[in-house]
């Protein structure tokens, strides 16, 4: 079975300076996809990036990005210039591309990203 | 526009007692709808999906249940409540044929007290 970990509970950042979540998994399948979502105070749960395993060049959305490093199993999001708006908490997320039409998400434990003036 | 709701946004019940939480899509037709359980400290938990109307896959046995009497309609329920269904529980939905990116709804928080 998939799991998706995430060792850092917590983080802090300094506003406009550069943080960088960690995010590993395992799984025994070649193709798959990789997302980060961020979940704001207000709950509501909003998809910051994705990764295809199949593409070997990571994925970038704005001021996020992400180191992917397929053997090492690893996922990780740099947030650069960090703003006060980034504090939320990000979950790692892991979708096989064999779901059989089901496209289950697995989650890590998410990290509280805290953005201090 | 397509969109998602989800009501109530706080709900606090007894144990034993009854729930439903329902969940609506608008501006889609046929989608596949889950329902996901954030427990405190935990990643979101995988309870229901449903790809069609009367359609139901349960992800994990327990005290809960899931119906879809409606293309566009997802509910979640209990007869008895336990203090261990306490969480923050989330729908969301997918294009058909979309291969990622769930569109989630703002969420319930369930106390059971």
């Known amino acids: 079975a998939q799991t998706v970990t995430q060792s850092q509970p917590e983080m802090s950042v300094q506003e406009a300076e550069t943080v960088t979540l960690s995010c590993t998994y395992d799984?025994?399948?070649?193709?798959?996809?990789l997302f980060w979502y961020k979940q704001p105070p207000s709950r509501q749960m909003i998809l910051v990036i994705r990764?295809?395993?199949?593409?070997?060049q990571n994925a970038t959305e704005n001021r996020f990005s992400v180191n992917f490093q397929k053997a090492a199993k690893s996922f990780s999001l740099k947030i650069s210039d960090s703003q006060l708006g980034d504090a939320a908490m990000y979950f790692c997320a892991y979708r096989s591309a064999f779901a059989s039409g089901t496209y289950k998400y697995i989650f890590g434990t998410g990290t509280r990203l805290k953005v201090l003036a | 526009s397509q969109t998602i709701h989800q009501w109530p946004a706080t709900l606090v019940q007894p144990v034993g007692s009854p729930l439903s939480l329902e969940c609506t899509v608008e501006g889609t037709s046929n989608p596949n709808l889950y329902w996901y359980r954030q427990a405190a400290g935990r990643g979101l938990q995988l309870l229901f999906y449903?790809?069609?109307?009367?359609?139901i896959s349960s992800e994990v046995p327990q005290n809960l249940s899931a119906s879809r009497p409606q293309d566009r309609q997802f509910i979640l329920s209990s007869k008895k409540l336990l203090l261990s269904d306490s969480g923050f529980y989330l729908c969301a939905w997918r294009p058909p044929g979309q291969p990622y990116g769930y569109t989630f709804g703002s969420g319930t928080r369930l106390t059971v007290v």
């Open positions: 799984t025994s399948e070649s193709d798959y996809y």
């Open positions: 449903s790809v069609g109307i009367g359609q």
């Open positions: 990764q295809e395993a199949y593409k070997q």
